[in-house]
């Protein structure tokens, strides 16, 4: 073999060493679960067009990066507490460190890598929004904050707090922050078109604690769905699921047919509530983020379809 071949050869294995070092990141970064974060922004985006009759292209760009990338390191957070307490086995979901497919100190560094990038679309969402800077930087560090604190800190998680976390911070914050950075108007009135999201968005975190309840429950951790025990989880995730039907409902019925278009997922959460009563609940979580993007879609499209007059206190 001469050294031409070798060269070559040896640049091929740097090349699949590298590619496989970025699926390893793209991995831990449970991309699956990124409906939660994008969908709300996709809403306020919505709203807000709704709402001023424009939009600017660029803040929307910025605010999808910024918050992705606040969602993506905060997996990552979750993946390193997880880890360090003991929590992670070899039975559970997510095995980036157990199995050790990237080191500890890699997850935390691009946890921190991503978290700056969070902070710059944060200066740049400032630069191009008529929005009060610190009413936007109040926002965006609060969802900052909790999705570090959700494991990271005093552990919410750990407290039966990290539900609450998340259905706060999947919905309502996201959405409102979109809203205010293309309007300029801080308002309340998003936080109610938000509620089907975030409680969509609660039944993939809900779904996945049930899941692994005994595995929490043996290392010390308290969950929403621990302390409802295991029928009480299954009545909590069917309200989860169906609740938003109902508010699309109710919206399409007194205000406009286009928000019935969300109603076209109901099959899905049906098959899902199916899953779940029979106990088949290994990928319950990645099948419910699936319903969650779909609903979200359908949610978006229907809010862009419908006429701003028919948005009540928008």
């Not at 740049?124 to 009413?135: G, N």
């Amino acid at each position: 073999m001469d050294t031409s071949t070798e060269l070559a050869n040896g640049a091929k294995k740097g090349i699949l060493r590298q590619r496989s070092r970025i699926a390893s990141y793209w991995i831990a970064l449970r991309p699956w679960s990124f409906s939660a974060s994008l969908t709300p922004v996709a809403l306020g985006t919505a709203l807000a067009y709704k709402a001023s009759g424009g939009l600017n292209v660029w803040l929307a760009l910025f605010t999808f990066l910024g918050v992705l990338c606040v969602h993506g390191a905060g997996n990552l957070t979750n993946t390193y507490f997880d880890y360090k307490k003991g929590i992670d086995s070899k039975k559970s979901d997510d095995r980036t460190l157990v199995d050790h497919i990237l080191e500890p100190n890699n997850v935390a560094t691009f946890g921190g890598f991503l978290y700056g990038g969070g902070c710059i679309c944060l200066l740049l969402i400032i630069l191009l929004s008529p929005a009060k800077m610190e009413h936007l930087a109040l926002i965006f560090f609060g969802g900052l904050s909790s999705s570090f604190l959700y494991t990271g800190g005093i552990g919410l998680k750990y407290l039966a707090l990290g539900d609450l976390v998340i259905i706060i911070t999947f919905g309502p914050l996201a959405v409102m922050f979109t809203f205010l950075a293309q309007t300029g108007t801080l308002v309340l009135s998003p936080l109610l078109y938000a509620l089907p999201l975030a409680m969509n968005t609660e039944a993939i975190l809900h779904s996945n604690n049930t899941r692994d309840m005994d595995g929490d429950r043996r290392a010390g951790v308290v969950t929403i769905a621990i302390l409802l025990g295991k029928m009480g989880s299954y009545s909590f995730y069917v309200l989860l699921l169906f609740i938003p039907y109902i508010i699309f409902c109710v919206l399409g019925l007194n205000f406009s047919l286009g928000f019935l278009l969300p109603l076209l997922t109901f099959p899905i959460a049906f098959d899902l509530e199916k899953q779940f009563r029979q106990g088949h609940l290994s990928r319950i979580p990645q099948r419910t983020a699936k319903l969650n993007l779909l609903l979200g879609i359908f949610y978006v499209l229907a809010c862009i379809l419908t006429s701003p007059d028919a948005f009540p206190g928008l």
